[in-house]
């Protein structure tokens, strides 16, 4: 989602790098397939191949069924894993701030909070959201975040959400604490 990142016209620019894209998929015997999300309304007048609101990616596969949704909006399948952005994550370390995942067993919600700010959840699928892959999206520091602010339906309980930083340095995954039990840390 937000492949282009833009409302109204894509920049050659965009266009070229969506080709180069495209063209490194298809040299690694890979299709691309879009997942729009609510930043890329002009995304169509730039791309003529699969384009999806949301995508089925797995239906029997190793986490069972898995649907790859923008984030921005309820899913219309059921899974065992729901992958999404648009939440752009980001977590402070030592200074510096860093794109990060966050995992969560069962921690999606059809969006409906209730009075205490959390989703009244009719779904249990696990939930994997993405960091930004983009220098126009810096990212939101997520020991910040508050189930009633996310800006997703996916996300009922934000702190039962697992920090994932990668380390470039060590080319190892550095898992956190629950948000609820991080904060409690800082």
């Known amino acids: 989602g937000d492949v282009v990142h833009t409302f109204d016209r894509v920049t050659a620019r965009s266009r070229e790098t969506l080709d180069r894209l495209h063209d490194a998929c298809r040299r690694a015997g890979a299709d691309l397939e879009l997942v729009a999300g609510n930043h890329d309304t002009a995304l169509s007048g730039a791309w003529d191949g699969p384009l999806h609101d949301e995508l089925v990616v797995a239906a029997d596969g190793d986490f069972g069924r898995c649907v790859v949704t923008h984030g921005h909006e309820p899913p219309g399948n059921e899974a065992d894993l729901y992958v999404f952005g648009h939440l752009h994550p980001t977590i402070g370390i030592e200074g510096d701030r860093r794109p990060c995942f966050l995992y969560g067993e069962g921690s999606n919600g059809d969006g409906n909070h209730d009075g205490d700010g959390n989703a009244d959840s009719d779904r249990d699928g696990d939930v994997l959201c993405l960091p930004a892959f983009t220098r126009l999206a810096p990212g939101v520091e997520v020991t910040d975040w ?29 898992r956190f604490p629950p948000l609820g039990e991080l904060r409690r840390l800082l």
């Open 146 to 174: 508050r189930a009633s602010e996310l800006d997703t339906p996916l996300v009922d309980d934000v702190d039962r959400l697992e920090p994932v930083v990668y380390d470039a340095g060590t080319d190892d995954a550095l």
